[in-house]
Protein backbone atom coordinates (compact mmCIF):
# COMPACT_ATOMS: atom_id res chain seq x y z
CA UNK A 1 0.00 0.00 0.00
CA UNK A 2 1.58 3.59 -1.20
CA UNK A 3 2.22 6.17 1.26
CA UNK A 4 1.57 9.39 0.46
CA UNK A 5 3.58 12.29 3.36
CA UNK A 6 1.95 15.74 1.69
CA UNK A 7 3.40 18.88 3.98
CA UNK A 8 2.16 22.44 3.23
CA UNK A 9 5.01 24.79 2.62
CA UNK A 10 4.84 28.83 1.47
CA UNK A 11 7.01 30.24 -0.76
CA UNK A 12 9.62 31.79 1.69
CA UNK A 13 13.06 30.94 1.07
CA UNK A 14 13.84 30.32 4.84
CA UNK A 15 11.41 27.33 5.44
CA UNK A 16 11.81 25.59 9.12
CA UNK A 17 10.15 22.55 9.69
CA UNK A 18 9.66 20.71 12.95
CA UNK A 19 11.37 17.74 14.01
CA UNK A 20 9.53 15.33 12.85
CA UNK A 21 9.30 17.12 9.36
CA UNK A 22 13.01 17.56 9.03
CA UNK A 23 13.17 13.29 10.16
CA UNK A 24 11.04 12.46 7.36
CA UNK A 25 13.12 14.41 4.56
CA UNK A 26 16.08 12.90 5.41
CA UNK A 27 15.39 9.64 5.59
CA UNK A 28 13.14 9.61 2.42
CA UNK A 29 13.86 9.31 -1.22
CA UNK A 30 11.13 10.28 -3.29
CA UNK A 31 9.82 13.72 -3.48
CA UNK A 32 7.42 15.52 -5.35
CA UNK A 33 5.57 19.11 -6.10
CA UNK A 34 5.44 21.67 -8.34
CA UNK A 35 8.46 23.25 -10.24
CA UNK A 36 8.40 26.15 -7.56
CA UNK A 37 8.15 23.77 -4.98
CA UNK A 38 11.23 22.38 -6.11
CA UNK A 39 13.01 25.36 -6.11
CA UNK A 40 12.48 26.25 -2.76
CA UNK A 41 13.17 22.77 -1.49
CA UNK A 42 16.12 21.73 -3.73
CA UNK A 43 18.86 22.56 -1.36
CA UNK A 44 17.19 20.46 1.70
CA UNK A 45 16.78 17.25 0.06
CA UNK A 46 19.27 14.25 0.67
CA UNK A 47 21.65 13.65 -2.11
CA UNK A 48 20.53 11.25 -4.96
CA UNK A 49 16.83 11.64 -3.78
CA UNK A 50 14.41 11.51 -6.90
CA UNK A 51 12.26 14.46 -7.75
CA UNK A 52 8.84 14.35 -9.71
CA UNK A 53 6.97 17.21 -11.21
CA UNK A 54 3.46 18.03 -10.36
CA UNK A 55 2.44 19.03 -14.11
CA UNK A 56 -1.01 18.37 -16.01
CA UNK A 57 -1.87 16.15 -17.12
CA UNK A 58 -1.78 13.99 -13.37
CA UNK A 59 -2.44 10.98 -15.11
CA UNK A 60 0.94 11.17 -15.87
CA UNK A 61 2.20 11.86 -12.79
CA UNK A 62 -0.01 9.58 -10.83
CA UNK A 63 1.93 7.16 -13.60
CA UNK A 64 5.46 8.17 -12.34
CA UNK A 65 4.49 7.68 -8.43
CA UNK A 66 2.89 3.91 -9.28
CA UNK A 67 6.68 3.03 -8.97
CA UNK A 68 7.41 3.77 -5.89
CA UNK A 69 6.19 2.59 -2.07
CA UNK A 70 6.62 6.07 0.00
CA UNK A 71 6.53 10.00 -1.64
CA UNK A 72 6.50 12.96 0.49
CA UNK A 73 4.61 15.97 -1.26
CA UNK A 74 5.82 19.38 -1.21
CA UNK A 75 2.32 21.28 -1.81
CA UNK A 76 0.87 24.62 -1.24
CA UNK A 77 -0.39 25.97 2.21
CA UNK A 78 -2.89 23.54 3.89
CA UNK A 79 -3.04 20.60 1.37
CA UNK A 80 -6.72 19.84 1.73
CA UNK A 81 -7.43 23.63 1.22
CA UNK A 82 -8.12 23.15 -2.58
CA UNK A 83 -4.91 21.18 -2.37
CA UNK A 84 -2.89 18.19 -3.80
CA UNK A 85 -4.10 15.93 -1.02
CA UNK A 86 -7.62 15.71 -1.91
CA UNK A 87 -6.39 14.66 -5.68
CA UNK A 88 -4.47 12.00 -3.89
CA UNK A 89 -7.07 10.68 -1.74
CA UNK A 90 -9.32 10.73 -5.03
CA UNK A 91 -7.37 9.09 -7.35
CA UNK A 92 -5.77 6.60 -4.77
CA UNK A 93 -8.34 5.77 -1.85
CA UNK A 94 -6.67 3.08 -0.88
CA UNK A 95 -3.69 5.01 -0.24
CA UNK A 96 -2.14 6.28 3.23
CA UNK A 97 -2.33 9.71 3.60
CA UNK A 98 -0.56 11.69 6.39
CA UNK A 99 -0.76 15.87 5.87
CA UNK A 100 1.55 18.34 7.58
CA UNK A 101 -0.21 21.59 6.74
CA UNK A 102 1.01 25.27 7.09
CA UNK A 103 -1.45 28.37 6.64
CA UNK A 104 -3.27 28.90 2.87
CA UNK A 105 -2.70 31.76 1.24
CA UNK A 106 -5.93 33.19 1.96
CA UNK A 107 -4.81 32.29 5.65
CA UNK A 108 -1.67 34.77 5.01
CA UNK A 109 -3.42 37.36 3.29
CA UNK A 110 -6.06 37.72 6.20
CA UNK A 111 -3.13 37.81 8.73
CA UNK A 112 -1.41 40.60 6.74
CA UNK A 113 -4.20 42.63 6.11
CA UNK A 114 -5.55 41.85 10.12
CA UNK A 115 -9.20 40.89 8.58
CA UNK A 116 -10.85 38.38 10.87
CA UNK A 117 -11.60 35.07 8.42
CA UNK A 118 -13.64 33.04 10.51
CA UNK A 119 -16.65 34.21 8.41
CA UNK A 120 -14.86 34.53 4.98
CA UNK A 121 -16.71 32.54 2.31
CA UNK A 122 -13.92 31.13 0.73
CA UNK A 123 -13.93 29.48 -3.08
CA UNK A 124 -10.92 28.83 -5.78
CA UNK A 125 -11.05 30.06 -9.24
CA UNK A 126 -7.69 27.84 -10.25
CA UNK A 127 -8.74 25.70 -12.96
CA UNK A 128 -12.45 26.17 -12.25
CA UNK A 129 -15.50 28.00 -13.82
CA UNK A 130 -16.56 31.38 -12.52
CA UNK A 131 -19.91 29.65 -10.62
CA UNK A 132 -18.39 30.06 -6.91
CA UNK A 133 -17.77 33.58 -7.26
CA UNK A 134 -20.88 33.91 -9.20
CA UNK A 135 -22.48 32.46 -6.09
CA UNK A 136 -21.32 34.49 -3.49
CA UNK A 137 -21.13 37.57 -5.05
CA UNK A 138 -24.89 37.11 -5.97
CA UNK A 139 -25.79 35.87 -1.78
CA UNK A 140 -23.82 39.09 -0.24
CA UNK A 141 -21.37 37.38 1.42
CA UNK A 142 -19.58 40.18 3.71
CA UNK A 143 -16.27 38.48 3.00
CA UNK A 144 -14.91 36.31 0.01
CA UNK A 145 -11.63 34.70 -0.67
CA UNK A 146 -10.48 33.37 -3.65
CA UNK A 147 -7.66 31.79 -4.69
CA UNK A 148 -7.07 32.95 -8.80
CA UNK A 149 -4.32 31.80 -11.55
CA UNK A 150 -3.21 33.04 -14.42
CA UNK A 151 -6.55 33.42 -16.80
CA UNK A 152 -8.70 34.13 -13.48
CA UNK A 153 -6.56 36.97 -12.24
CA UNK A 154 -7.23 39.62 -9.87
CA UNK A 155 -7.60 42.18 -12.93
CA UNK A 156 -10.76 39.66 -14.94
CA UNK A 157 -11.91 39.13 -11.15
CA UNK A 158 -12.50 42.89 -10.93
CA UNK A 159 -13.91 43.37 -15.03
CA UNK A 160 -16.39 40.51 -14.10
CA UNK A 161 -17.59 42.21 -11.20
CA UNK A 162 -17.63 45.78 -12.77
CA UNK A 163 -19.37 44.01 -15.46
CA UNK A 164 -22.83 42.95 -13.10
CA UNK A 165 -22.90 45.65 -11.04
CA UNK A 166 -20.55 44.04 -7.75
CA UNK A 167 -18.10 47.55 -7.53
CA UNK A 168 -19.65 47.51 -3.34
CA UNK A 169 -16.28 45.52 -2.81
CA UNK A 170 -12.72 46.25 -1.74
CA UNK A 171 -10.10 43.78 -3.39
CA UNK A 172 -7.45 43.28 -1.30
CA UNK A 173 -4.78 41.75 -3.45
CA UNK A 174 -1.51 39.67 -2.01
CA UNK A 175 1.41 38.63 -4.66
CA UNK A 176 4.14 36.23 -4.07
CA UNK A 177 3.10 35.67 -0.65
CA UNK A 178 5.83 34.49 2.11
CA UNK A 179 8.86 35.60 0.52
CA UNK A 180 10.81 38.56 0.14
CA UNK A 181 9.19 39.80 -2.60
CA UNK A 182 5.18 39.43 -1.38
CA UNK A 183 2.92 42.84 -1.68
CA UNK A 184 -0.12 43.56 0.03
CA UNK A 185 -2.22 46.00 -1.00
CA UNK A 186 -5.95 47.38 -1.54
CA UNK A 187 -7.91 48.32 -4.91
CA UNK A 188 -11.17 49.77 -5.94
CA UNK A 189 -12.65 47.45 -8.49
CA UNK A 190 -12.25 49.89 -10.93
CA UNK A 191 -8.37 50.44 -10.03
CA UNK A 192 -7.69 46.50 -10.08
CA UNK A 193 -9.13 46.31 -13.48
CA UNK A 194 -6.31 48.31 -14.72
CA UNK A 195 -3.01 46.37 -12.70
CA UNK A 196 -1.23 44.08 -13.74
CA UNK A 197 -0.48 41.16 -10.60
CA UNK A 198 2.42 38.94 -10.42
CA UNK A 199 1.88 35.22 -9.62
CA UNK A 200 1.00 33.45 -7.50
CA UNK A 201 -1.61 35.36 -6.04
CA UNK A 202 -4.63 35.29 -4.24
CA UNK A 203 -8.21 37.83 -3.87
CA UNK A 204 -10.23 38.95 -0.40
CA UNK A 205 -13.07 40.84 -1.31
CA UNK A 206 -14.29 43.13 1.69
CA UNK A 207 -17.46 44.20 0.71
CA UNK A 208 -18.23 48.21 1.53
CA UNK A 209 -22.01 48.38 0.58
CA UNK A 210 -24.80 46.30 0.61
CA UNK A 211 -26.07 45.67 -3.06
CA UNK A 212 -29.87 45.50 -3.21
CA UNK A 213 -31.12 41.72 -4.34
CA UNK A 214 -34.72 42.16 -4.85
CA UNK A 215 -37.45 39.62 -4.55
CA UNK A 216 -39.70 39.90 -7.34
CA UNK A 217 -38.51 42.37 -9.91
CA UNK A 218 -40.99 44.68 -11.06
CA UNK A 219 -41.66 43.64 -15.33
CA UNK A 220 -41.10 47.44 -15.71
CA UNK A 221 -37.52 47.15 -15.13
CA UNK A 222 -36.63 44.53 -17.42
CA UNK A 223 -35.36 45.30 -20.85
CA UNK A 224 -38.41 44.11 -23.45
CA UNK A 225 -38.32 42.37 -26.41
CA UNK A 226 -39.22 45.43 -28.67
CA UNK A 227 -40.97 47.13 -25.67
CA UNK A 228 -43.88 44.62 -25.57
CA UNK A 229 -44.77 44.35 -22.18
CA UNK A 230 -46.90 41.19 -23.06
CA UNK A 231 -43.55 39.42 -24.00
CA UNK A 232 -42.53 38.71 -20.27
CA UNK A 233 -43.93 36.72 -17.45
CA UNK A 234 -45.72 38.91 -14.60
CA UNK A 235 -43.97 39.11 -11.74
CA UNK A 236 -46.70 37.01 -9.85
CA UNK A 237 -46.24 34.09 -11.87
CA UNK A 238 -43.15 34.27 -12.54
CA UNK A 239 -42.51 33.44 -8.58
CA UNK A 240 -45.36 31.19 -8.75
CA UNK A 241 -43.99 29.53 -11.07
CA UNK A 242 -40.32 29.18 -9.46
CA UNK A 243 -42.22 27.83 -6.51
CA UNK A 244 -43.53 25.20 -8.13
CA UNK A 245 -39.99 24.30 -9.53
CA UNK A 246 -38.69 23.99 -5.81
CA UNK A 247 -34.83 25.38 -7.19
CA UNK A 248 -33.74 25.21 -3.69
CA UNK A 249 -33.31 21.71 -3.65
CA UNK A 250 -32.52 21.07 -7.51
CA UNK A 251 -29.14 21.53 -9.07
CA UNK A 252 -29.92 22.37 -12.90
CA UNK A 253 -32.49 24.78 -14.27
CA UNK A 254 -33.65 24.79 -17.69
CA UNK A 255 -35.65 27.64 -19.05
CA UNK A 256 -36.93 27.02 -22.52
CA UNK A 257 -38.24 29.46 -24.49
CA UNK A 258 -36.47 32.74 -22.42
CA UNK A 259 -37.04 35.69 -24.03
CA UNK A 260 -36.36 38.80 -21.72
CA UNK A 261 -34.88 35.99 -19.74
CA UNK A 262 -37.08 37.59 -16.55
CA UNK A 263 -37.12 33.65 -14.97
CA UNK A 264 -33.41 32.78 -15.59
CA UNK A 265 -32.75 36.12 -13.77
CA UNK A 266 -35.09 35.75 -10.58
CA UNK A 267 -34.91 31.92 -10.15
CA UNK A 268 -30.29 33.09 -10.29
CA UNK A 269 -30.93 35.68 -7.71
CA UNK A 270 -33.02 33.49 -5.38
CA UNK A 271 -31.40 29.86 -5.74
CA UNK A 272 -27.51 31.28 -6.75
CA UNK A 273 -26.14 27.74 -6.43
CA UNK A 274 -28.18 27.05 -9.40
CA UNK A 275 -27.03 25.93 -13.14
CA UNK A 276 -29.10 27.88 -15.35
CA UNK A 277 -29.29 27.16 -19.09
CA UNK A 278 -31.77 29.22 -20.93
CA UNK A 279 -32.72 28.79 -24.42
CA UNK A 280 -34.14 31.68 -26.99
CA UNK A 281 -35.21 30.95 -30.77
CA UNK A 282 -34.95 34.43 -31.68
CA UNK A 283 -31.17 36.32 -32.27
CA UNK A 284 -32.91 38.81 -30.06
CA UNK A 285 -32.63 37.25 -27.05
CA UNK A 286 -29.10 37.14 -26.15
CA UNK A 287 -28.99 41.00 -25.92
CA UNK A 288 -31.84 41.25 -24.37
CA UNK A 289 -30.88 38.94 -21.99
CA UNK A 290 -26.85 40.61 -21.44
CA UNK A 291 -28.33 43.41 -20.64
CA UNK A 292 -30.86 42.39 -18.44
CA UNK A 293 -28.61 40.08 -16.38
CA UNK A 294 -25.75 42.87 -15.56
CA UNK A 295 -28.65 45.00 -14.85
CA UNK A 296 -29.43 43.05 -12.27
CA UNK A 297 -26.24 41.60 -11.09
CA UNK A 298 -27.11 38.04 -12.69
CA UNK A 299 -23.94 36.58 -13.66
CA UNK A 300 -23.43 32.62 -14.59
CA UNK A 301 -26.47 31.74 -16.79
CA UNK A 302 -25.74 29.97 -20.15
CA UNK A 303 -27.55 31.78 -23.13
CA UNK A 304 -28.53 29.43 -25.87
CA UNK A 305 -30.12 30.83 -29.36
CA UNK A 306 -31.30 28.85 -31.96
CA UNK A 307 -34.51 26.03 -32.53
CA UNK A 308 -34.53 23.70 -29.16
CA UNK A 309 -35.79 20.87 -31.31
CA UNK A 310 -32.98 20.93 -33.50
CA UNK A 311 -30.40 21.40 -30.31
CA UNK A 312 -27.94 18.25 -29.35
CA UNK A 313 -28.88 18.70 -25.91
CA UNK A 314 -26.51 16.19 -24.48
CA UNK A 315 -23.76 18.68 -24.40
CA UNK A 316 -25.85 20.81 -21.79
CA UNK A 317 -25.86 20.06 -17.80
CA UNK A 318 -29.13 17.29 -17.53
CA UNK A 319 -31.44 19.35 -15.81
CA UNK A 320 -33.60 18.17 -13.09
CA UNK A 321 -36.13 21.54 -12.99
CA UNK A 322 -37.54 23.15 -16.70
CA UNK A 323 -39.54 25.71 -17.37
CA UNK A 324 -41.28 26.18 -20.54
CA UNK A 325 -42.17 29.50 -21.47
CA UNK A 326 -42.19 29.42 -25.10
CA UNK A 327 -43.16 26.68 -27.66
CA UNK A 328 -44.21 28.22 -31.11
CA UNK A 329 -46.75 25.42 -31.03
CA UNK A 330 -44.37 23.00 -30.38
CA UNK A 331 -45.42 21.73 -26.54
CA UNK A 332 -45.48 18.51 -27.23
CA UNK A 333 -42.47 17.96 -29.41
CA UNK A 334 -40.90 20.20 -26.94
CA UNK A 335 -41.69 17.55 -23.71
CA UNK A 336 -40.99 14.87 -25.38
CA UNK A 337 -37.48 15.33 -26.00
CA UNK A 338 -36.90 16.91 -22.66
CA UNK A 339 -38.80 14.27 -20.89
CA UNK A 340 -36.19 11.23 -21.31
CA UNK A 341 -33.17 13.65 -19.55
CA UNK A 342 -35.47 14.83 -16.26
CA UNK A 343 -34.21 12.17 -13.41
CA UNK A 344 -36.86 10.43 -11.05
CA UNK A 345 -38.73 13.33 -9.23
CA UNK A 346 -37.15 16.18 -11.67
CA UNK A 347 -39.64 19.18 -12.42
CA UNK A 348 -41.52 20.97 -14.98
CA UNK A 349 -43.27 23.74 -15.47
CA UNK A 350 -45.93 25.39 -17.83
CA UNK A 351 -47.52 28.61 -17.89
CA UNK A 352 -50.99 27.80 -20.30
CA UNK A 353 -52.83 30.67 -21.32
CA UNK A 354 -55.63 28.71 -23.00
CA UNK A 355 -57.30 25.65 -22.56
CA UNK A 356 -56.09 24.67 -25.33
CA UNK A 357 -52.30 24.59 -24.74
CA UNK A 358 -53.43 23.16 -20.89
CA UNK A 359 -54.77 20.59 -22.59
CA UNK A 360 -51.70 20.11 -24.64
CA UNK A 361 -49.70 20.00 -22.07
CA UNK A 362 -51.58 17.48 -20.16
CA UNK A 363 -51.59 15.33 -23.06
CA UNK A 364 -48.26 15.21 -23.47
CA UNK A 365 -46.82 14.61 -20.23
CA UNK A 366 -49.35 11.80 -19.82
CA UNK A 367 -47.81 10.36 -22.83
CA UNK A 368 -44.06 10.82 -21.84
CA UNK A 369 -44.68 9.32 -18.07
CA UNK A 370 -44.61 12.49 -16.14
CA UNK A 371 -47.66 13.01 -13.39
CA UNK A 372 -49.29 16.24 -12.89
CA UNK A 373 -49.16 17.45 -9.50
CA UNK A 374 -50.19 20.81 -9.19
CA UNK A 375 -52.53 23.36 -10.93
CA UNK A 376 -52.71 26.77 -9.91
CA UNK A 377 -55.19 28.98 -11.46
CA UNK A 378 -54.00 33.00 -11.03
CA UNK A 379 -54.88 36.18 -12.55
CA UNK A 380 -52.93 39.21 -12.41
CA UNK A 381 -54.87 42.42 -13.11
CA UNK A 382 -56.76 43.28 -15.88
CA UNK A 383 -55.15 40.29 -17.86
CA UNK A 384 -56.34 36.46 -18.65
CA UNK A 385 -56.27 33.85 -16.06
CA UNK A 386 -53.08 31.82 -16.31
CA UNK A 387 -52.96 28.43 -14.99
CA UNK A 388 -49.53 27.29 -13.93
CA UNK A 389 -49.26 23.63 -14.17
CA UNK A 390 -46.63 21.47 -12.73
CA UNK A 391 -45.67 17.95 -13.24
CA UNK A 392 -42.66 15.60 -11.98
CA UNK A 393 -41.18 12.68 -13.48
CA UNK A 394 -42.08 9.46 -12.34
Same mark, same amino acid.
Request: glycine share 8%; charged share 25%.
Given at each position: ???????????????????????????????????????????????????????????????? !? $?? +??? /? =????? *??????????? #?????????????????????????????????????????????????????????????????????????????? !? $?? +??? /? =????? *??????????? #??????????????????????????????????????????????????????????????????????????????????????????????????????????????????????????????????????????????????????????????????????????????????????????????????????????????
Amino acid at each position: MQEFHIIGITDSRELSFSKEVQALIARSHVFSGGKRHHEIMAAMLPESSVWIDITVPLDAVFEC !Y $AG +YQE /I =VVFAS *GDPLFFGFANT #VMRKLPEAVVKVYPSFNSLQLLAHKALLPYHDMRTISLTGRPWKALDEALISGETLIGSLADREKTPASIAARMQAYG !Y $AN +YRM /I =VGEQL *GNEEETVAEYS #VEEAMERHFRMPNCVILKRITVRERPFGIPEELFELLDGRANMITKMPVRLLSLSLLDLRNRSVMWDVGFCTGSVSIEAKLQFPHLDIVAFEKREAGRQLMETNSRRFGCPGITTVIGDFLDMPLEKFPIPDAVFIGGHGGKLGEMIKKIAPLLPVGGTLVFNSVSEDSRNQFEKAIDDNGLKLEQVIRLTVDEHNSIDTLKAIKR
